[in-house]
């Protein structure tokens, strides 16, 4: 059974990952989580003492984790690593250009916002970026990429994700990030 | 002969060019911008009346420029387009791993933080993108590419380049953005 303590601190750090997510470190305002949240404005100090920069790297968490259970969920449907890869990029397209909710599917603004000024924020999106990795490069592995290239390859695909959405977005054009699909599966077809 | 007035502005404009790219949007303060440029807190209003959003349109310009400049002054040197664009990528990579003043070698910061706030700025950074793979674009129609395979190929190029390099300074690996060199060159020698 869930506590009420628990359930606050979960209500208080997923409307957190939502807002962080979506408007990035800067511009999201601790009032404006208590408020969105629902909870007593003394909870948030109870549940997270050091603020603002422990509420963000357990949001960070939360968001690495949320888009990891997608990619998985993807993975699991499709054998094929490279049929997966894409279908994950088609599958976030489509949820990143009709869910207004969605439509931060990355870490990129907090990891760009963060990396120069806070170190265990750098760090924890550092780590998010390589368990992304650790999915693909199993999933690569598994259908018969060696390691070395599997890899290499992993490490690619999230950079080329997270670059092709970045423009993508900024042009609100999807065509964009699905033609970036067509280019992964090329470039992982040739290895 | 350059006028005072026309001097202060560049000087404020410039001051906010390296603090924009740096920092972001919403890090950046204007009194931030007025003291590090050492420029009358008047001026600021003066030549930049609708403050913020029309300093921060033009240094997103400017940025653009820069970095515009500096990938036509490869491409100049290599007439190879592949070899031009890897050469690219590698002095990129050691100008923000060595340089402090170079660290944001993108305007990808910008792009995420302002998209779905500001039109006017999410358009700025939309048409900063688009000139850089135009530099790409010609450079690869000049090397033999067909002009459809050069246009897709110059959107996955910058893409690219934003996304590794993203990773690369979340990570603090050079690494990572310097073996995207290697991808980006077999990638391309494939089409």
């Known amino acids: 059974m869930i506590n009420s303590k628990t359930e606050t601190r979960g209500l208080i750090l997923n409307t ?14 601790l009032n404006e989580i208590i408020r969105e949240s629902g909870a007593p404005k003394g909870c948030l100090y109870y549940h997270f003492p050091q603020g603002k920069e422990q509420l963000a790297q357990e949001a960070i968490k939360v968001v690495g984790l949320e888009i990891q259970a997608k990619m998985e969920k993807v993975f699991q449907v499709y054998e094929d ?6 279908e994950f990029i088609r599958q976030s397209t489509e949820s ?6 969605d439509r ?8 760009l916002e963060t990396m ?5 924020l750098r760090q924890t999106c550092s ?6 990795e650790e999915v693909v490069y199993n999933k690569l592995c598994s259908g018969g990429f060696s390691t070395e290239t599997a890899r ?4 690619m695909v999230i950079a080329m ?18 033609s970036f699909a067509d280019w992964a599966g090329r470039l992982l077809r040739q290895q």
Chains 1, 2 share one sequence.
């Open 161 to 178: 994700i997270e670059g092709a959405m970045t423009l993508s977005l900024t042009k609100r054009q999807p065509e964009a990030l699905l």
């Open 96 to 101: 990143i250009f009709t869910r207004a909710e």
């Open 16 to 29: 957190a990952a939502v807002l962080f997510r979506n408007k990035g470190y800067h511009a999201t305002g």
């Open 104 to 111: 931060r599917f990355s870490v990129s603004l907090l990891a």
């Open 81 to 86: 690593p490279v049929e997966a890869i894409q």
């Open 116 to 120: 120069n000024m806070n170190e265990n």
């Open 127 to 132: 780590e998010v970026f390589s368990d992304w």
């Open 152 to 155: 290499s390859c992993s490490e």
